[in-house]
């Protein structure tokens, strides 16, 4: 399965809805990050006060330089989320996610309520 992406932004709730399918090459990398550069022009809310659910579940195992890529992506201080969910089965995606995160706070959940819960529960740690 070739990727495949959508992102979705609900501006009255700060929030930024992402899913992604299948394997990434360095080109639908670079396609995801052209769309959410325009998602974020779509955010009412100050910069990096909005919240980001990314759908996994469909997602393949991927190749070591799109990690290494994702890695970078999700270090890019101007997209950072004031929180960050992830929905995904366990995997060995999730490993593959994990490695991505760095250390940067962020929760995993198997459903997409749960995480929704998670995100507007409150601030315990927010992302700086």
Known sequence: MSADFTIDVEPERDLVRIRMRGFFTTEDIDAFLV?????????????????????LREMKIQAQESVETFRTMLADPAYRSRRLAFV???T?????????LDQRYA????????????????TDRAAA
């Open 35 to 55: 769309e959410r550069a325009t998602a974020h022009g779509r955010l009412t809310c100050g910069p990096n006060q909005h919240l980001t659910l990314n759908d």
């Open 88 to 90: 995904m089965g366990k």
């Open 92 to 100: 060995l995606a999730r490993t593959q996610l994990n490695r991505a």
């Open 107 to 122: 929760r995993c959940f198997e459903d997409v309520a749960t995480a929704e819960a998670w995100l507007f529960a409150g």
